[in-house]
Antibody, heavy 124, light 107 residues
Framework: EVQLVESGGGLVQPGGSLRLSCAASGFTFSRYWMAWVRQAPGKGLEWVANIKQDGSEKYYVDSVKGRFTISRDNAKNSLYLQMFSLRVDDTAVYYC?????????????????WGQGTLVTVSS | EIVLTQSPATLSLSPGEGATLSCRASQSVSSYLAWYQQKPGQAPRLLIYDTSNRATGIPARFSGSGSGTDFTLTISSLEPEDFAVYYCQQRRNWPLTFGGGTRVEIK
């Protein structure tokens, strides 16, 4: 069974740091682009960052550039998001997502599967 | 940044009826548009990618069409499990962006 399980969320003060993890199982993790997508409470989806299969390419939304770092460890089937200088508007459920693979091709920027998300709350 | 505008915000329909959801881009995204479904308390699920390709396991009642700036997701006959929020997403340009969503609710 394909599974993505996020962890590491919680309550943090503005200016603080947090590291999210995503454990993958049931598929060949190293074959997939991976991403973080967030959703503020009651709001829509916002793409945060992408990372290529071998980690050689990374892309970020402007609002997190210089503050967040996406990384992966293919040996551990794990994806990470290191977050620094957190702001109140970073409060959201953070989803780990894989680039969609069909029988012939793996896409970088269509997302499936998804984890169930981990909530990050930035508040004093 | 490409802005995606979805309409209507809410669609009130009965099971068995057809649904037509719209997504308009602020500039051309060619055919690089996808649709996702999200139910309360759940993660999104990919339905359609590259405008009209159904993802694995997605029923044939879901179809996508369009090109350039105007796109449509059509649900031919609503099943009870289809009542949810639907988002479009583009991959033509960085940053990847999502629309604000259309809620399909039971009338």
């Amino acid at each position: 069974e394909v599974q993505l399980v996020e962890s590491g969320g919680g309550l943090v003060q503005p200016g603080g740091s947090l590291r999210l993890s995503c454990a993958a199982s049931g598929f060949t993790f190293s074959r997939y682009w991976m991403a973080w997508v967030r959703q503020a409470p009651g709001k829509g989806l916002e793409w945060v960052a992408n990372i290529k299969q071998d980690g050689s390419e990374k892309y970020y939304v402007d609002s997190v550039k210089g503050r967040f770092t996406i990384s992966r460890d293919n040996a551990k089937n794990s994806l990470y998001l290191q977050m620094f200088s957190l702001r109140v508007d970073d409060t959201a459920v953070y989803y780990c997502a894989g680039g969609y693979c069909n029988s012939t091709f793996c896409h970088a920027n269509w997302f499936d599967p998804w984890g169930q998300g981990t909530l990050v709350t930035v508040s004093s | 940044e490409i802005v995606l505008t979805q309409s209507p915000a809410t669609l009130s329909l009965s099971p068995g009826e057809g649904a037509t959801l719209s997504c308009r881009a602020s500039q051309s995204v060619s055919s690089y548009l996808a649709w996702y479904q999200q139910k309360p308390g759940q993660a999104p699920r990919l339905l359609i990618y590259d405008t009209s390709n159904r993802a694995t396991g997605i029923p044939a009642r879901f179809s996508g069409s369009g090109s350039g700036t105007d796109f449509t997701l059509t649900i031919s006959s609503l099943e009870p499990e289809d009542f949810a929020v639907y988002y479009c997403q583009q991959r033509r340009n960085w940053p990847l962006t999502f629309g604000g969503g259309t809620r399909v609710e039971i009338k």
